[in-house]
């Protein structure tokens, strides 16, 4: 299909959503990208997510986070035209604008299909898993499909990026007991933007505690998500196996101390 969509046209963030993004740690932007937009790019993510999904597993086989979602990893390097999709020049400076950042670099992209009958994801905080010695960290998340209430869209517990690790560790039944106990503990108000249509997205920082409900429906919730950090990071403490990994999977085992700046992570905003 002959792409009319131009993704680096860049659009500018009120106010509003930028405060609201720092005194929360989560935002939306409705509309992002148009239905029409978002139609040019599905079926390719669609078909690398595919082609990238590692478990083939039946839901009952698997434990609870995986079976949370399909989940598939820098997609924009086996299929151009998703790579349009991530190198996207207008996510990427929205990106920048709420963290309030000259410029971002890409972590990684991920897709998260959550299948009919899919699992809760259990609650966390993404930068357990991350090297990165900054805290000008944020994921893009947004629908291709059209996300009823009734489909799990993503909960986030507003503020809690203040507060950096809050000790839950890895994403797993161990996190979801324990952060259920902190959010009651501790009151935290808890927001979702669904509805949400293809194309709206929300953002959340690295440390923003967050989870979703199950999809009790027979529609595959599929959802492309982009993380960034703020150019200029280095590489942090390599000092748990998840960052290990991560550091060699998404930094190509950079030391520590290091310029974050791996070919895997070009910079795809700068004012
Ligand atoms: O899509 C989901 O259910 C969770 C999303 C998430 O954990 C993330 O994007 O960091």
Redesign the pocket.
């Known amino acids: 299909m002959q792409r009319t969509a131009s993704l680096d046209e860049t659009v500018a963030i009120d106010p509003g959503t930028i405060a609201s993004f720092a005194r929360n740690g989560h935002a939306v932007v409705r509309g992002l990208a148009s239905a029409d937009e978002v139609s040019q790019y599905a079926p390719a993510i669609k078909r690398a997510t595919s082609q990238l999904s590692g478990d083939t597993r039946p839901l009952d086989e698997r434990d609870t986070y995986g079976k949370?979602?399909i989940q598939s990893m820098n997609l924009w390097r086996v299929d151009r035209v998703v790579k349009e999709f991530v190198v996207a020049r207008r996510f990427a400076k929205v990106a920048a604008d709420l963290m309030g950042v000259s410029g971002v670099r890409l972590y990684h992209d991920?897709s998260?299909f959550?299948e009919p009958g899919g699992g809760i994801?259990p609650w966390?905080q993404?930068q357990v898993y991350w090297p990165l010695d900054t805290h000008n960290t944020i994921?893009m998340?947004m629908p291709l499909v059209d996300v009823p209430a009734s489909v799990?869209?993503?909960v986030f517990a507003s503020g809690s990026h203040r507060a950096g690790d809050l000790g839950g560790a890895a994403?797993g039944d161990n996190s979801q007991e324990y952060f259920d106990r902190l959010v009651r503990q501790e009151k935290l108000e808890l927001v979702s933007y669904a509805p949400m249509r293809a194309g709206d997205a929300t953002f959340?920082s690295g440390w923003t505690l967050?989870?979703?409900p199950a999809n009790e429906t027979t529609t595959m919730?599929s959802?492309m998500?982009i993380?960034y950090f703020a150019d200029g990071a280095r590489v942090g403490p390599i000092d748990t196996p998840m960052r290990r990994d991560d550091n060699e999977k998404w930094l190509q085992s950079l030391p520590t101390g290091a310029l974050a700046a791996s070919e895997l992570n070009p910079l795809l905003w700068s004012r």
Do not use: E, N, P
Request: no cysteine; proline share 0%.
């Open positions: 949370a979602f991920q998260l959550k994801t966390h993404d994921t998340w799990g869209s993503v994403i959340h967050h989870g979703a919730r959802v998500t993380i």
